[in-house]
């Protein structure tokens, strides 16, 4: 029986009912927040009123895709798994570039260090600090899954060592990797680094595609085996719905329906009443 690492212990498969596949529950700070503070999304209460809200058509499982040292709060992911009844799997890993300060551990240290850090995630338990100070501070709940992020139309330097460390740590626990791209971009070149790493293609979720809805190029990506995950349904600043849902339709025509997934990651505050500091978030 296969199991998925939750934020509550592993659960069995075929347990987790439908699953919201990208999502970004909790948000507390970090340099994305400081360059957009819409970005803040730091209350428990409001993501459980979401979640359940989620909760009534069907979805049991929320993948929450916030990675190390950006905002990342498994605390409180613990605490929303608990009041809502959901499963929630937790992310190590990173996030693209602009997340990470010039001075951050992430540059000094090198692709086998950072693997073994990822790895203490997966199998000790997530750090509160997200390895930010002098103290560690693991938590019982541990990452369910791996982030990778690149920029938009490149893989810098940075990113293809993070790249590297993340397909390192896949190897060694089996946890799954799901990654940023920017604006659909640079999809191929991610899976063709993870790929030549050694990462099987069933391990590999290439995420916002839809950003960048070429069906040849989707077609593409789904050729080498990997998942392909969709979350812009709703956000029409990329495309109206009926270019997705037409993608959709011919990604399933052409056999690769079981290697789409689908979600909504929306990490913004929608309506700010800043007067009296309280924010609507949407899921």
């Excluded at 296969?2 to 659960?11: A, H, K, Q």
Aim: hydrophobic share 40%; glycine share 8%; charged share 25%.
């Amino acid at each position: 029986m296969s199991f998925v690492r939750t934020v509550l212990g592993d659960v069995d498969s075929d347990r987790l009912g439908m699953v919201y596949s990208h999502e970004h529950l909790i948000i507390s700070g970090g340099l994305g927040v400081q360059k957009n503070p819409d970005l803040r999304l730091n209350s428990v209460e409001k993501a459980c009123e979401e979640v359940n809200d989620v909760k009534k058509h069907g979805i049991s499982t929320f993948v929450d895709m916030m990675p190390l040292d950006c905002g990342r709060e498994p605390a409180d992911l613990m605490e929303i798994a608990s009041q809502t009844g959901s499963h929630i799997i937790a992310a190590t890993g990173f996030h693209k570039p602009m997340y990470y300060s010039d001075i951050h551990w992430v540059h000094r240290y090198n692709e086998q260090q950072i693997a073994e850090l990822l790895v203490a995630e997966v199998e000790e338990g997530m750090d509160r600090h997200s390895y930010s100070g002098p103290v560690t501070e693991r938590l019982t709940a541990k990452a369910g899954l791996i982030k990778g992020a690149s920029d938009y139309n490149r893989i810098d330097k940075l990113s293809q060592k993070l790249f590297h460390a993340a397909a390192a740590a896949q190897l060694m626990t089996g946890a799954p990797i799901s990654t940023h791209t920017e604006h659909g971009t640079c999809g191929l070149e991610q899976v063709e680094l993870l790929l030549g790493d050694g990462v099987a293609p069933s391990k590999v979720i290439i995420c916002h595609l839809d950003r960048n809805p070429d069906f040849e190029y989707h077609r593409s990506v789904a050729e080498s085996g990997v998942y392909l995950e969709y979350d812009n349904i709703g956000r029409i600043k990329y495309w109206p719905d009926s270019v997705i849902i037409d993608l959709i339709e011919k990604m399933i025509e052409y056999g690769f329906e079981d290697q789409i997934l689908l979600g909504r990651t929306a990490p913004f505050v929608l309506i700010s009443e800043r007067m009296e500091e309280d924010r609507v978030w949407p899921i």
